[in-house]
């Protein structure tokens, strides 16, 4: 903890190398959070680089209050989400989805890959707005469960209350998705 105020410190003063590992140590969970959150690639990668470029602007702002950078990202995260999504209601868009163009040595796992992960993108829309947020959280973020609880403003066994409801949903709705699809 006290190397990453010392971190983000460096970064308040607009040191480039502290910023640059900041966004290192931080970007592939944002970005997995969001895109599980959106079901997305490409929107995800605009989000990721969102959310940073607003963590770049607000760095002076922000303040330790016993909680990790990560707590902090996370929620400018959630917030980059919710306003997405509040956009995407109001216009219908179809995903170009460059994956099936690539020059890739294994064109069935990237296929099997990507079916398992649109299986489990169908499957979230079935849980309520609170699981989508603990599961992506917890699993895409890797974050813990103190640090879900901060960044929800719940309690820890809240926080487990949620998660444990939310993955039996997830399997039940999983099991639905495979179905409906072998139909």
């Known amino acids: 903890m006290?190397?990453?105020?010392?971190?983000?410190?460096?970064?308040?003063?607009?040191?480039p190398?502290?910023?640059a590992q900041l966004y290192e140590e931080h970007f592939d969970k944002i970005y997995r959070y969001v895109a599980l959150?959106?079901?997305?690639?490409?929107?995800?990668?605009?989000?990721?680089?969102?959310?940073?470029?607003?963590?770049l602007q607000s760095i002076t702002s922000f303040k330790w209050k016993a909680v990790p950078l990560s707590a902090w990202l996370f929620r400018i995260a959630h917030n980059q989400v919710i306003d997405y999504m509040?956009?995407?209601?109001?216009?219908?868009?179809?995903?170009?989805?460059?994956?099936?163009?690539?020059?890739?040595?294994?064109?069935?796992?990237?296929?099997?890959q990507r079916l398992d992960l649109e299986q489990v993108m169908l499957a979230t829309e079935r849980l309520t707005e609170s699981q989508?947020?603990?599961?992506?959280?917890?699993?895409?973020?890797?974050?813990?469960?103190?640090?879900?609880?901060r960044i929800m403003g719940k309690s820890q066994?809240?926080?487990?209350?949620?998660?444990?409801s939310a993955i039996v949903s997830l399997r039940k709705a999983l099991l639905v998705v495979v179905e409906d699809e072998k139909d």
């Open 157 to 164: 066994g809240a926080v487990k209350a949620l998660q444990h």
């Open 2 to 15: 006290q190397d990453e105020q010392s971190l983000v410190r460096r970064a308040q003063q607009r040191d």
């Open 86 to 112: 509040r956009k995407r209601s109001r216009r219908v868009s179809v995903p170009l989805d460059e994956s099936f163009v690539s020059d890739s040595i294994n064109p069935q796992s990237i296929v099997e």
């Open 132 to 149: 989508r947020e603990v599961i992506s959280l917890r699993f895409a973020g890797e974050l813990s469960i103190a640090e879900v609880a």
């Open 17 to 19: 190398e502290a910023l």
């Open 37 to 55: 959150r959106i079901g997305d690639k490409m929107e995800a990668e605009d989000l990721t680089q969102q959310v940073f470029l607003h963590a």
